[in-house]
């Protein structure tokens, strides 16, 4: 494969989204989880959920920082290395990414400084609401973007202007919620709730395990476990859902994903595959005769790879194994946390969640496993949708900027080094503060407030005033 | 409505907002090179930790709002200031993080490198975001509706002195903001460094203004003066713009010295004097430039969305942005007031 701008402006693209992706899919589900702490706080008095919110606001504070200034990168992208995507897309689209600027990022960026600063200078409930409207922010956020992702997946409401060959919109309500876009806003809201729950298990389990658990270690592994048992039974249903709307608009990619040969009216289930000198290029296990259940709204023949082969237009394929493997992955990453989930709840209910075991053991790479679905879901949906940047109407090879591969290969490599130290710094930090635990903190009293979200583990107590003062 | 029209101020101003409020967080982190200890440096970034992910939003309002609304010249410029950008951006990330990061790290080392990365990540991302100012201001090759050039077109000794004028002019903005929210020591200090760099601000603007002069005929035509001939009814029309700018810089200065100053000035007026300075020259580039968004390649209605994509657009910022201005001013009130040592993050 030759070097070109086009592939490295798409590794580029990867690379940088996957890295951002991982800080709102925490962060999404991190300001709700903070937003019921101080809730239960405000509504039952009990220290302990005042004292998880001081402890998770300064990880939150750690991540949403990475998050914004990956996002930022992102917002230029589509101009640097995009930028024929950018005019022919940019009336349909721009409105969408400039109504996530107006509704979400300056709500979220803004109440943020009450958040983490405000705790001394206004009251309780004031100080609520802004916890809420950055929860609300990053939920709102996702909307616009799962909005205009998933018109580049299942575009509808436009139409391309003859002269230009500009998209322009016709009909702004089918452009914003298209026919991937309930599906695909579902999943991704729920992949952050479990991601973040994954990660506040595995810190619980670590404290556990290393005999710091307390109080609030306790509440937070409840808390954990009960949503993921909670939410990973909907989280499956809803990337099920998202399958089929697949199924209907782009054929191709389920064939990807499912690994189906050829086309038949009833398809078997690929459990796992590998490269074979075949027409298919794999060979399986497979367990046949599924596709009635998994795919019960099918009325015609269920096409397989043999149709997609590049070879016509309206037959273009996206690359076999990565579609393939990624979902598989996110398959199994979704199994192990409903697992978890219910074998948490499980010790919950028995009473001895607290007391270390294979459970924590296993929970503590489980922290690992929603990032894992949420990159390999990502790559499922994104590189399924090869070669297309708006599906059926645009090509990737089309839409990439007159950029040099030179610069296109510095900016990678810049990236890649900045990356590289930013985030293995901000996970250190992270990962500090989540195993230090709550031992460091009075279990009654004074604790430090959220003026000092950083202030966790390695600062002075700080001054007696402030805390008062907001209580 | 010339919605273009509307969308092009409105832009206009929130690169504007970006300016003045991330402009002079840039600033103090810059300034916080020179602090003299940990805790003036700390002190100094407090006066911004509050504020500074809604000033940076404003970035994102300009640049998501340059493809929302003009797309054509977003991709444009975009790939003509690729390695500027580039640096941009990884310069805020630096400095984004470090806000944070420069907290928590337990060894001097990792502290040295994150309050460097804090400082240094500020003024290249400064000096980052006036070279891509003067790229833009000296033009872009393209071929139909495509960047064309190269990837060093944007390095030109015209591009690198806005680059310079900026960070001066952003460490102006900075020093102001520490008059506003420091006392004693920290608050002379930080006039020292703003007179200083009023002075340099003064003779970056002067520059620049003559090179403008042989960029293209067209910038300076507006003012009525070429090479050869001055038109004294356009510009005297237009002279109150700089005549401003000249003034507040006066004043400025006579604030942050005490020259000839019967008592001190309030420390609220640096900061709107320094703004002043800033709004002159950029409503005298406007002013310049307009109505070219691309200049000489494509104008404001050239580059711009479909009408129906900018309508819908106007309605969500009709609502939003009197709404993002309301509480991003109750949250600057909030936080009001002199910074104490130990505020911030200890606090």
Redesign the interface.
């Known amino acids: 494969m030759e070097l070109d701008a086009l592939i490295l402006s798409r590794l580029q693209f990867a690379f940088v989204v996957a890295f951002h992706i991982l800080f709102p899919a925490f962060t999404i589900g991190l300001a709700s989880f903070l937003a019921v702490c101080e809730g239960l706080w405000l509504r039952t008095g009990r220290d302990v959920f005042k004292r998880l919110y001081l402890h998770w606001v300064k990880i939150f504070?750690?991540a949403f920082?990475?998050g914004?200034?990956?996002?930022?990168?992102m917002?230029?992208q589509?101009?640097?290395?995009w930028?024929?995507f950018?005019?022919k897309?940019?009336?349909?689209l721009?409105?969408l990414?400039?109504?996530?600027?107006?509704?979400a990022?300056?709500?979220e960026?803004?109440?943020?400084?009450?958040m983490?600063?405000?705790w001394?200078?206004?009251g309780r409930r004031l100080h609520f609401v802004a916890t809420c409207a950055v929860a609300v922010g990053t939920s709102i956020s996702a909307f616009w973007i799962l909005s205009a992702n998933s018109w580049m997946q299942t575009p509808a409401g436009f139409a391309i202007d003859p002269q230009?060959g500009n998209f322009?919109?016709t009909n702004?309500r089918e452009v914003i919620f298209t026919a991937s876009f309930a599906p695909r806003y579902v999943h991704m809201m729920l992949a952050a709730y479990v991601t973040t729950a994954a990660v506040v298990l595995a810190a619980g389990a670590w404290q556990t395990v290393n005999k710091r658990s307390s109080d609030p270690t306790r509440w937070q592994m409840r808390m954990a476990a009960g949503t993921l048992a909670a939410l990973m039974p909907l989280q499956i249903w809803a990337g099920h859902w998202s399958g089929e709307v697949a199924h209907e608009h782009q054929p191709a990619k389920i064939a990807a994903m499912e690994g189906w040969c050829e086309t038949r009216a009833v398809q078997g289930t690929v459990l796992f595959a590998w490269p074979a000198e075949n027409d298919c290029g794999l060979s399986g296990v497979v367990v046949p005769n599924t596709s009635p259940i998994l795919f019960a709204s099918a009325t015609h023949d269920l096409q397989g790879l043999d149709y997609f082969d590049n070879s016509a237009p309206g037959r273009e394929r996206p690359p076999l194994w990565m579609v393939f493997y990624a979902f598989r992955i996110m398959v199994g990453a979704g199994i192990g946390m409903l697992a978890l989930g219910f074998w948490g709840v499980w010790k919950w209910r028995s009473g001895d969640i607290d007391r270390p075991g294979l459970f924590h053991w296993a929970a503590i790479p489980g922290g690992a496993l929603g990032f894992i679905a949420v990159l390999t879901g990502w790559i499922t949906a994104e590189v399924g949708r090869q070669p297309w940047t708006v599906y059926g109407y645009l090509s990737t090879a089309d839409s990439v900027?007159?950029?040099?591969a030179?610069?296109v290969a510095?900016?990678l490599l810049?990236?890649m080094i900045?990356y590289a130290i930013?985030f293995t710094?901000?996970v250190v930090?992270m990962a500090?503060i989540a195993t230090r635990g709550f031992d460091d903190e009075p279990p009654h009293g004074k604790h430090r407030?959220p003026?000092?979200?950083?202030?966790s583990v390695?600062?002075?107590a700080?001054?007696p005033g402030?805390i008062v003062a907001a209580e | 409505m010339d919605l273009p029209l509307i969308w092009a101020v409105l832009i206009a101003v929130a690169v504007m907002l970006y300016v003045l409020l991330d402009g002079m967080d840039l600033g103090v982190g810059m300034l916080s090179a020179f602090a003299a200890s940990d805790e003036e440096r700390n002190m100094m970034n407090a006066t911004i930790e509050p504020v500074w992910d809604g000033n940076e939003t404003w970035l994102i309002l300009g640049g998501g709002g340059l493809f929302a609304a003009f797309p054509l010249a977003y991709a444009v410029i975009m790939p003509a200031v690729y390695l500027p950008l580039l640096l941009m951006l990884a310069a805020l990330i630096f400095r984004g993080v470090a806000f944070e990061f420069r907290h928590k790290a337990v060894r001097k080392p990792t502290r040295l490198f994150w309050n460097g990365a804090f400082y240094g990540g500020s003024f290249a991302a400064a000096f980052a975001q006036g070279v891509i100012l003067g790229a833009f201001i000296t033009g872009i090759e393209t071929d139909g509706r495509a960047f064309a050039g190269g990837e060093f077109d944007w390095l030109s000794p015209f591009s690198l002195l806005t680059g310079v004028s900026v960070a001066i002019g952003y460490v102006l903005l900075g020093a102001c903001w520490l008059v506003l929210k420091t006392e004693g020591e920290t608050q002379a200090k930080a006039k020292r460094f703003g007179a200083r760099a009023l002075v340099g601000v003064s003779l970056c603007f002067a520059l620049v203004s003559i090179a403008t002069l042989f960029i293209d005929p067209r910038v300076t035509e507006r003012w009525g003066v070429s090479m050869n001939h001055i038109e004294p009814g356009k510009l005297l029309l237009l002279a109150p713009i700089p005549f401003v700018g000249l003034l507040a810089a006066v004043q400025l200065l006579r604030d942050l010295t005490g020259f000839a100053m019967r008592r001190a000035a309030p420390d609220w007026r640096p900061y709107v004097l320094a703004a002043t300075v800033f709004l002159s020259g950029y409503l005298g580039l406007a002013v310049s430039l307009f109505p070219w968004l691309v200049p000489f390649q494509f104008t404001i209605w050239d580059a711009a969305a479909r009408d129906n994509a900018l309508g819908l657009m106007l309605a969500g910022a009709a609502v939003m942005l009197p709404a993002i201005l309301a509480y991003t001013a109750y949250v600057y009130s909030l936080f009001w007031g002199k910074v104490k040592p130990g505020d911030g993050y200890h606090a």
């Open positions: 504070a750690l920082a990475m914004v200034v990956s996002g930022v990168v917002s230029y589509f101009g640097t290395n930028s024929i950018a005019d897309t940019g009336s349909v721009g409105p990414l400039g109504y996530e600027v107006l509704t990022f300056f709500l960026a803004t109440f943020l400084g009450v983490l600063f405000g001394s200078r206004v230009s322009y919109a702004w900027a007159p950029v040099s030179g610069a510095t900016s810049v990236f900045v930013v710094a901000g930090y500090r407030a003026g000092s979200p950083l202030g390695d600062e002075p700080q001054m402030d």
